[in-house]
C-alpha cells in the first residue's frame, strides 16, 4: 500500500505563490497526480506526471502552476504561482496509472494540506 504525506500549504494573498511537496512510500506507480477539494465540491484532478516527466494540467491552471517530481526521493511538487481565491482548496497528491484525464489513483489517500489564498 501506498503512503502520501503532502506539505507546504498555508495562507497566501492572491497572486502569491506556494510550492506543495508530497512524498510516498510503498509502491510508486508510473503517474503521479495532484487533486483538490473545495468546500462543498467533489475532489478534482490538476496535475498529473509520469516518471519520463510528461505532464498534464487542468485548463483553469495552465501557465501559473508547474508539477515536478524527483524519482529518486518518491517526492512530487507543485508549483503554485498567481494564486487566486478559487484555488482555495485541500490540496492531496496520489500515485497510479491511466492516461489522461482517465486517472486512476492506487494510493491511500493522505491528510492534504490547506492552501487558502485571500481576496
Known amino acids: 500500500q501506498v503512503q502520501l504525506v503532502e506539505s507546504g500549504g498555508g495562507l497566501v494573498q492572491t497572486g502569491g505563490s506556494l510550492r506543495l511537496s508530497c512524498t510516498a512510500s510503498?509502491?510508486?506507480?508510473?503517474?503521479m497526480a495532484w487533486y483538490r477539494q473545495a468546500p462543498g465540491k467533489q475532489r478534482e484532478l490538476v496535475a498529473s506526471?509520469?516518471?519520463?516527466?510528461?505532464?498534464n494540467y487542468i485548463n483553469s491552471v495552465k501557465g501559473r502552476f508547474t508539477i515536478s517530481r524527483d524519482n529518486a526521493k518518491n517526492t512530487v511538487y507543485l508549483q503554485m504561482n498567481n494564486l487566486k481565491p478559487e484555488d482555495t482548496a485541500v490540496y492531496y497528491c496520489?500515485?497510479?496509472?491511466?492516461?489522461?484525464?482517465?486517472?486512476?489513483?492506487?494510493?491511500?489517500w493522505g491528510q492534504g494540506t490547506q492552501v487558502t489564498v485571500s481576496s
Open positions: 496520489n500515485t497510479g496509472l491511466g492516461s489522461w484525464p482517465n486517472f486512476f489513483p492506487y494510493g491511500s
Open positions: 510503498g509502491r510508486i506507480f508510473s503517474i
Open positions: 506526471i509520469s516518471s519520463g516527466g510528461s505532464t
